[in-house]
């Protein structure tokens, strides 16, 4: 204890800086499929996928009848899935970072289903699903 007393400052610190890097994993996150439950979803019909990757990303590769919006473009392009507010829409990206921001946009817009690719094309390419170039 007399420790902890003397070192108050320290220890506030480690407590601190685990917080920071526990808080991305206990932070909300929003809907997310994983590579199996996307299959399903397109099979069913009714869901509009969105890659936010760019250009060059999405040309090296992307999953078949992807609508390409860059993520940096998605503020100005929401108007463009206006379409899709009551399908699902799932967003995808390399990792699932940039999707998960992504779709945290597109629920501030109104859009009722939107989901994650969970772990992304990368979590795709790994379950040994097809891409389109």
Known sequence: MKFIIDNIFLVAIAVLAGGALLWPALAPRGKRASPLQLTQMINR????IVD???SEEFAAGHLRDAKHIPLAD????????DKSKNRTVVMVCQTGARSDKAARQLQAAGFEDVHSLEGGLAAWKAAGLPLTK
């Open 45 to 48: 019909g009714k869901t509009t």
């Open 52 to 54: 936010v990757r760019s």
């Open 74 to 81: 998605l503020g100005a392009r929401i108007g463009e899935l």
